[in-house]
């Protein structure tokens, strides 16, 4: 009976599930025609009778590339003519967490502490000068976004983390402050509207809602640049870099084409308030499912649940094999739940279509149904 369950729920979604519903948090889902245009440019980059990865980074046509994606940044985040700089870097998010303190730490620095990542940044900062971690959510494992907390008034910067891919939370309000802002927005950049306009510095991994592994956007205000006293090493120094326009060595040519590609789709989707809309549908549709379905348990506090990562438990644990079996077969993959949390994570990028998301709460009924 079961069985025959299930092969009437996966032939309702005949089209969807005998393909893959990629769930993975990074690097991540991709739309298909942004893939195809890659794809065909490591072949021959327009007409051009040479590979994207074998045109040098100083020509034409990839200065034109990397100026194209540098004005889509800008533009989707709302800061053309605002003093802002749209860098790519390499080196991942992990590098900015040094890069941060090293252009703009002198005295002291304030760190919100959310998740793995917020933690790690905490630890590079550190090396530079004071760090005041200002709140944290370590003690109930990261469940929560901090709230209620005094922000001291002689802070170089205070840094957050906006998304916390591991954990599953996200800030719904961003702080009201004088002090320089930073933000790690590596998980949701570009995933829903906000006026970007109130940080200094955000940075994002390309690798899951922009592009392939390989690049980071920066997005710099420069006026809070040379500022510190010591002396910066070149590769590491926001101003050189800002100064040749991402081009002070070799960039990583197909990550920035990728993501150049990737910002053409999400304009072309309606931008930023067009794709938050559909990840907040995607989000309620999960949500909803675990909270209805006694066999599922949500990880992070419902007011602080991300929209990007959504992470849950089973309620009972020895259905582990029975529901990872049904995701298998309905080709859901990358819902394994990181170490630290355990359980199940799906990410609900901007290029997951809504339709993996039903798939994967039919998953869910159908266990329920059985159990």
Not at 178 to 194: E, Q, V, Y
Not at 216 to 233: A, C, D, F, M, Q
Not at 295 to 310: K, L, P, T, V
Request: glycine share 6%.
């Amino acid at each position: 009976m079961y069985s025959q369950y299930l092969q009437l729920k996966l032939k309702t979604f005949n089209n969807i599930a005998m393909k893959f519903h990629n769930f993975s948090a990074g690097p991540s889902v991709l739309p298909k025609e942004v893939m195809h245009h890659a794809a065909k440019a490591v072949n021959e980059l327009d007409n051009s009778k040479l590979s994207l990865i074998e045109i040098s980074h100083r020509s034409k046509a990839f200065i034109d590339i990397m100026d194209e994606a540098c004005e889509r940044a800008l533009r989707l985040t709302g800061l053309e003519n605002k003093g802002y700089k749209a860098l790519f870097l390499q080196g991942g998010a992990s590098l900015q967490f040094l890069m941060i303190a090293y252009n703009l730490l002198q005295n002291k620095a304030g760190y919100l502490n959310t998740g793995t990542w917020s933690d790690k940044a905490i630890k590079e900062a550190k090396l530079f000068g004071e760090v005041v971690e200002v709140s944290s959510s370590k003690d109930k494992n990261y469940n929560y976004i901090p709230k209620n907390y005094s922000i001291p008034l002689d802070l170089d910067y205070l840094h957050l983390t906006t998304n916390n891919t591991i954990f599953g939370t996200q800030y719904k309000s961003i702080p009201e402050i004088t002090t320089p802002l930073i933000a790690d927005m590596s998980s949701d950049i570009f995933s829903r509207n906000f006026d970007y306009s109130k940080f200094d510095l955000f940075y994002a991994g390309a690798q899951k809602n922009m592009g392939p592994a390989g690049t980071t956007l920066v997005i710099v205000k420069e006026s809070i640049l040379g500022k510190v006293s010591r002396t910066i090493p070149s590769m590491l120094n926001y101003q050189i870099q800002a100064s040749k326009d991402s081009m002070f060595n070799t960039p990583p040519v197909f990550a920035v084409y990728t993501s150049m590609l990737n910002m053409r789709w999400i304009e072309a989707q309606g931008g930023i308030n067009s794709l938050g809309k559909k990840n907040a549908a995607k989000a309620a549709l999960i949500y909803g499912e675990i909270d209805r379905n006694s066999q599922f348990e949500g990880f992070a506090i419902q007011e602080d649940r991300s929209d990007m990562n959504a992470t849950f438990n089973l309620t009972d644990p020895s259905l582990t094999q029975t529901f990872d079996e049904l995701c298998q077969t309905a080709g859901i993959s990358g819902i394994k739940g990181h170490r630290s949390v355990g359980g199940y994570r799906a990410s609900l990028y901007n290029a997951l279509p809504i339709e993996s998301v039903e798939v994967l709460v039919d998953c869910m009924q159908v266990l329920e149904k059985k159990y």
